[in-house]
């Protein structure tokens, strides 16, 4: 029997900025008392042939072809234009989704991170027990407004307190102005993000800062500490703190003549004791000094901050191209599992699925473009 169109009624659930197409869809099927495939054939309703793949058990996103899109704004009866300016994945091209005369579509993952939105700040667009799901972008995994790190569950509205994590509040407004001035703070970020994992990995006994902050963030989520310590907010004040300097332009406009003046060395340790003061670790610019003399040549191959300044003082260092890319083996693993197999003495897949119970390893990550190579041998 054929499904019946519901009529339109798009106030009653109007898209929230940056949503998931599959969060909104699902919002709309509680209002009409159907099942999402249900709404979305009638939806879909068409003399051509329609076709869906897949179930919003099988994946958080809906991707659309473009008579999809048409019949989807037809139905809602909101412009498309609005539709993929609210719904960012909307007009994206998806590699298994054929773009014909056929109104297709299609459940699959999200192509990017995503995070439960904050519950307060979405209180109208969704029911009790319903979570809308958006795509942070660069940086809006935090709602500053109610003082939430923002988490990815599809289920319902998961987040970590930040009353207790006053720093992270404060990288997060100084992360948020380097958007603001940057049009490539994204990769910005994700470079500052390898260059402390690059630190984290050393597991540095004078290092008490990271400690004190994994205890407030256990506390607060109710983890031990090992199933925390490998979560991006653990390291996000320094990362930014990073980031800014090293996409200050006076800063690098500093690096360079001090490398011309008095070489790459000069340079170097003119860089780490900035770093070292603006991440407000005394100790840091001596420690990492004498371990860029003792390294192994290996190491200087991938390390992200060396490779950084080398391309920021060399002959063609004016141009950006390439200047925040990371080699994959100096990049932070984007796996959680990966990440707790470096920084804790217990086995991964035991803090790992205590951190996945507490929706601790999904959600925003600085992941950097990756610069293909070999791995090389110690």
């Given at each position: 029997m054929?499904?019946?169109?519901?009529?339109?009624a798009?106030?009653q659930?109007p898209?929230?900025?940056?949503?998931?197409?599959g969060?909104?869809?699902?919002r709309m099927?509680?209002g009409?008392g159907?099942?999402?495939?249900?709404?979305?054939?009638?939806v879909?309703?068409?003399?051509?042939?329609?076709q869906?793949?897949?179930?919003?058990?099988?994946?958080l996103?809906?991707f659309?072809?473009?008579?999809a899109?048409?019949?989807?704004?037809?139905?809602?009866?909101?412009p498309?234009a609005?539709?993929?300016?609210?719904?960012?994945s909307?007009?994206?091209?998806?590699d298994?989704?054929?773009?014909?005369?056929?109104?297709r579509?299609?459940?699959y993952?999200?192509?990017?991170a995503?995070?439960?939105a904050?519950a307060p700040?979405?209180?109208?667009a969704r029911?009790?027990g319903?979570t809308?799901l958006?795509?942070?972008?660069t940086a809006?995994h935090?709602c500053?407004r109610?003082?939430?790190?923002l988490?990815?569950?599809?289920g319902r509205?998961?987040?970590?307190?930040?009353?207790t994590?006053?720093?992270?509040?404060?990288?997060?407004?100084r992360h948020?102005?380097?958007?603001?001035?940057?049009?490539?703070?994204?990769d910005?970020?994700a470079l500052?993000?390898a260059?402390?994992?690059?630190?984290?990995?050393?597991?540095?006994?004078?290092e008490?800062?990271?400690q004190d902050?994994?205890?407030?963030?256990?506390?607060?989520t109710g983890c031990?500490?090992?199933?925390?310590?490998p979560?991006a907010l653990?390291?996000?004040?320094?990362?930014?703190?990073?980031?800014r300097?090293l996409?200050?332009?006076?800063w690098?406009q500093?690096?360079?003549e001090?490398?011309?003046?008095?070489?790459?060395?000069?340079?170097t340790?003119?860089l780490l004791?900035?770093?070292?003061?603006?991440?407000?670790?005394?100790w840091?610019?001596?420690?990492?000094?004498?371990?860029?003399?003792?390294?192994?040549r290996?190491?200087?191959?991938?390390?992200?901050?060396?490779r950084?300044?080398?391309?920021?003082?060399?002959?063609?260092?004016?141009?950006?191209?390439?200047l925040?890319?990371v080699?994959?083996?100096?990049a932070?693993?984007t796996?959680y599992?990966?990440?707790?197999g470096?920084?804790t003495?217990?086995?991964?897949?035991?803090?790992?699925?205590?951190?996945?119970?507490?929706?601790?390893?999904?959600?925003w990550e600085?992941?950097?473009?990756?610069?293909?190579?070999?791995?090389?041998?110690?």
């Amino acid at each position: 029997m054929p499904v019946q169109s519901p009529r339109p009624a798009p106030a009653q659930r109007p898209p929230v900025e940056q949503e998931l197409t599959g969060s909104w869809i699902r919002r709309m099927t509680a209002g009409f008392g159907l099942p999402a495939q249900d709404l979305l054939r009638a939806v879909l309703g068409s003399p051509h042939s329609v076709q869906v793949t897949g179930t919003p058990g099988t994946g958080l996103e809906l991707f659309l072809n473009t008579p999809a899109q048409a019949a989807l704004a037809r139905f809602t009866g909101v412009p498309r234009a609005r539709l993929t300016t609210l719904l960012p994945s909307l007009a994206a091209a998806h590699d298994r989704l054929v773009d014909d005369d056929i109104l297709r579509a299609a459940w699959y993952a999200p192509c990017e991170a995503w995070v439960g939105a904050c519950a307060p700040c979405t209180g109208r667009a969704r029911r009790a027990g319903q979570t809308v799901l958006v795509y942070p972008g660069t940086a809006g995994h935090v709602c500053r407004r109610h003082r939430r790190w923002l988490l990815a569950h599809s289920g319902r509205p998961a987040n970590i307190p930040l009353e207790t994590l006053p720093e992270v509040l404060t990288a997060h407004r100084r992360h948020a102005a380097l958007v603001r001035a940057r049009p490539d703070a994204a990769d910005v970020v994700a470079l500052a993000a390898a260059v402390v994992w690059s630190w984290q990995v050393q597991g540095w006994r004078s290092e008490t800062v990271w400690q004190d902050r994994v205890r407030r963030l256990a506390a607060v989520t109710g983890c031990r500490p090992a199933a925390v310590v490998p979560h991006a907010l653990v390291s996000y004040p320094e990362t930014i703190a990073v980031a800014r300097l090293l996409g200050a332009a006076r800063w690098q406009q500093r690096l360079r003549e001090t490398a011309a003046a008095e070489g790459a060395a000069a340079a170097t340790e003119l860089l780490l004791r900035e770093i070292s003061r603006q991440a407000d670790r005394p100790w840091l610019a001596d420690w990492l000094i004498a371990y860029t003399r003792t390294r192994p040549r290996t190491a200087v191959r991938t390390d992200p901050l060396d490779r950084w300044l080398h391309r920021l003082t060399a002959a063609t260092g004016t141009n950006s191209d390439g200047l925040w890319t990371v080699h994959r083996t100096a990049a932070r693993p984007t796996e959680y599992s990966d990440r707790a197999g470096f920084l804790t003495d217990r086995r991964p897949r035991t803090v790992w699925e205590e951190a996945g119970a507490a929706f601790l390893t999904g959600g925003w990550e600085p992941v950097p473009s990756t610069r293909p190579g070999p791995v090389p041998r110690p």
